[in-house]
């Protein structure tokens, strides 16, 4: 499945503009990464000056960051928060955790490929990447953004069944209740 | 019928858009100064607002469709009876309770979304934001209250015409004990930092706000930056002598507005109970004894230098 | 060190102990038979050991045998007392120590859960408490192999290895 940047319509791309030049994140630090995005919002690489921002809930994120490895555990709260979130929606996952599992390859309890289960627009990689990196990935969103290339969003609706699917293999069930959140 | 007071009203509704909206992006540059960062372009809030509007809609119930519908147009109908400058749209209905009761429907209509939406932290978030309103309106109602006595009239209009003449005539020089209490109360109307105990996005996830996304976001931004253009005109026209020209409104408003976000980035945030009893000492007290000289004396009406 | 001493003299007094190590001035640690063990630690308490610091397991694979170790602190005179105790690995049995330290609860599951130790009285020892829905032997056990559970659940990439150990296969 491809799509293609000139199937958008006009009212899309004015959408995309604004998309591209106002991003806020959400602020789910999943691992190790957590700690490279103060110096990335703080007065050393300042990520309100391209109009980023953190953001305390889902429904007002477009960006979901995930920021090093994920247990399968965090992997079904992070599923449950990209799904609540609106679209368009992008996800950047972080570092090599989420490329390949980084240090974590043999383990029983953290996933090796983030794209798997959520679509993923960018990668950083590195481990951990430096906040150079971090803006610099931001950047490059904006413009996939601007170009209409980031369609993870997208093809997480079409390709629903097989996201589903693998979600289920490695989590058993994607809804579950635990004792704490009831 | 008076079609000319639609068409300023709606001006005057274009106006405070393009105006509040721009002053917001610029009070964000103002902070970023402040914290030694670059800042987002002045235009960003702008940028912000039509983003969140192309986003796809989501819902949860009529009510938390209506209520959001309800506050926008709430505040902007109060807006439309706000005197900017001298220029009133509906003569004689510039009057300070009309802008009193109408503001309550923004944000009742805020509050009836937020709970709809069902989210406890929505919840916890309206509970704090009628808390404060609770704190913030005894001082400040009694300090226009005493204004109103004084002056013998309740049109803004008139209030702000009566001070012409010089700064010294302005009230808050006149009063200089309620001008203080308006100010406090004004940072607690705009919910600015040490007063921000509804929205607290670190604590209980950006309170009434935590459900939206998307086009309801942007209509309550909207509906903030709308309510943030009456207070502060609230403010300039009750205490600085409202403007004989646009542009010594303008300016005043925007020496209040970026002294609140000066004194904003500066300070840390109050606890909710906290707060209250903030409010029932220091201003409270100060606007009494305001009242009391007022009342008993006259001085400031009649002035004294 | 003489509160020290006096307690190492009054355990031995009053206990069958195994062993004795002692690996730091304010630490000791005492091997004990299974049954002894809610005695000694209900004495411990009673003696002002009154906070659990810790409960968990050790996988002894070659010698087929688990090893619980209690970890107990005392407040007034600084000293960490281990207590420590073998059980059978193929039937891991143990009576519950929440009657002498309530908050033992969660480590039991936690031990429950990583080990399979089965702890007597404790109904709550059986719920899942970290791993959700968890559907192999329990993972810290010596048998159990990380890299084989993870090859079967979770998807890898596809991706060129450019540097490899002498004789690594990946």
Redo the contacts between chains.
């Keep these: 499945m491809v799509l293609d940047e000139k199937d958008r319509k006009t009212w899309e791309e004015?959408?995309d503009f604004?998309?591209g030049?106002?991003m806020?994140m959400m602020h789910f630090c999943t691992g190790c990464g957590a700690i490279e995005l103060p110096p990335a919002m703080?007065?050393r690489f300042?990520m309100?000056?391209?109009?980023m921002g953190?953001?305390?809930?889902?429904?007002?994120?477009?960006v979901l960051l995930v920021t090093g490895y994920l247990s399968?555990?965090t992997l079904?709260r992070v599923i449950y928060s990209y799904e609540q979130?609106?679209?368009?929606k992008y996800v950047i996952g972080f570092g090599s955790c989420t490329?390949?599992?980084g240090v974590y390859?043999?383990?029983?309890?953290?996933?090796?490929?983030l794209d798997?289960y959520i679509p993923v627009d960018v990668f950083v990689a590195g481990c951990m990447p430096r906040p150079e990196a971090v803006m610099n990935a931001f950047k490059d969103l904006m413009d996939k953004i601007k170009a209409g290339t980031a369609n993870g969003w997208k093809k997480y609706q079409e390709n629903k069944e097989w996201y589903e699917e693998?979600q289920k293999?490695?989590?058993?069930?994607v809804d579950?209740k635990?004792?704490f959140h009831e | 019928m008076n079609y000319m007071g639609f068409i300023i009203g709606f001006g005057l509704l274009l106006f405070a858009f393009a105006w509040q909206v721009s002053l917001d992006g610029i009070q964000r540059k103002i902070t970023a100064r402040i914290h030694k960062r670059f800042g987002p372009p002045w235009y960003q809030t702008f940028l912000d607002i039509f983003k969140a509007m192309s986003k796809e809609p989501i819902s949860h119930g009529w009510i938390y469709d209506f209520g959001v519908m309800m506050a926008l147009g709430g505040t902007m109908a109060t807006l439309i009876f706000m005197p900017v400058a001298g220029i009133i749209s509906f003569d004689n209905m510039d009057n300070f309770f009309v802008i009193t009761y109408l503001l309550a429907i923004g944000s009742l209509g805020m509050a009836m979304s937020a709970v709809g939406s069902g989210n406890p932290w929505a919840s916890i978030g309206v509970m704090r934001a009628l808390t404060q309103m609770v704190g913030y309106e005894l001082p400040f109602i009694i300090t226009v209250m005493t204004i109103i006595f004084g002056f013998k009239t309740s049109s803004i209009s008139t209030i702000a015409h009566l001070q012409q003449g010089g700064f010294l005539y302005w009230n808050m020089f006149r009063f200089p004990l309620g001008g203080i209490v308006a100010f406090v109360s004004l940072m607690g109307m705009l919910g600015k930092k040490p007063f921000d105990t509804p929205i607290a996005p670190a604590e209980i996830a950006s309170g009434p706000l935590v459900e939206y996304g998307g086009k309801h976001l942007a209509m309550l931004i909207l509906q903030h930056e709308f309510s943030t253009f009456i207070e502060v005109s609230l403010f300039v026209n009750l205490f600085l002598g409202g403007g004989p020209t646009i542009i010594a409104f303008l300016t005043k408003y925007f020496l209040v507005y970026t002294l609140t976000t000066m004194i904003a980035t500066a300070v840390g945030r109050f606890k909710i109970d906290d707060l209250i009893k903030f409010y029932y000492k220091v201003p409270l007290a100060m606007a009494v004894v305001q009242a009391l000289v007022v009342v008993f004396t006259g001085l400031g009406v009649t002035i004294w230098f | 060190m003489n509160s020290m001493n006096k307690i190492i003299e009054d355990i031995k007094s009053k206990y069958n102990v195994l062993n004795i190590e002692q690996p730091t001035k304010q630490q000791v640690s005492f091997d004990f038979e299974s049954r002894d063990i809610h005695a000694i630690l209900a004495y411990l308490k009673s003696i002002g050991w009154n906070q659990l610091t810790f409960l968990t397991c050790v996988d002894f694979i070659d010698d087929k045998e688990f090893q619980l170790v209690f970890i107990l602190m005392n407040w007034e005179t600084g000293i960490t007392i281990q207590v420590r105790t073998r059980l059978d690995r193929e039937k891991p049995l143990f009576k519950t120590i929440v009657p002498i330290f309530p908050g033992a609860k969660f480590y039991e599951r936690d031990v429950h859960e990583f080990f399979g130790v089965e702890f007597e009285g404790n109904e709550d020892s059986k719920k899942g408490l970290f791993l959700e829905l968890w559907d192999d032997i329990p993972p810290m056990r010596k048998d159990f192999d990380p890299q084989k559970y993870s090859d079967k659940k979770y998807a890898k990439r596809d991706y060129n290895v450019d540097f490899k150990k002498e004789g690594e296969e990946r």
């Design positions: 004015l959408g604004f998309r030049k106002s806020w703080t007065s300042d309100e000056r391209i109009g953190p953001m305390a809930t889902p429904r007002q994120s477009d399968a555990k079904r979130m609106l679209n368009p490329l390949n599992g390859y043999d383990s029983y309890s953290t996933i090796n490929k798997n693998n293999l490695a989590l058993g069930e579950v635990d004792e």
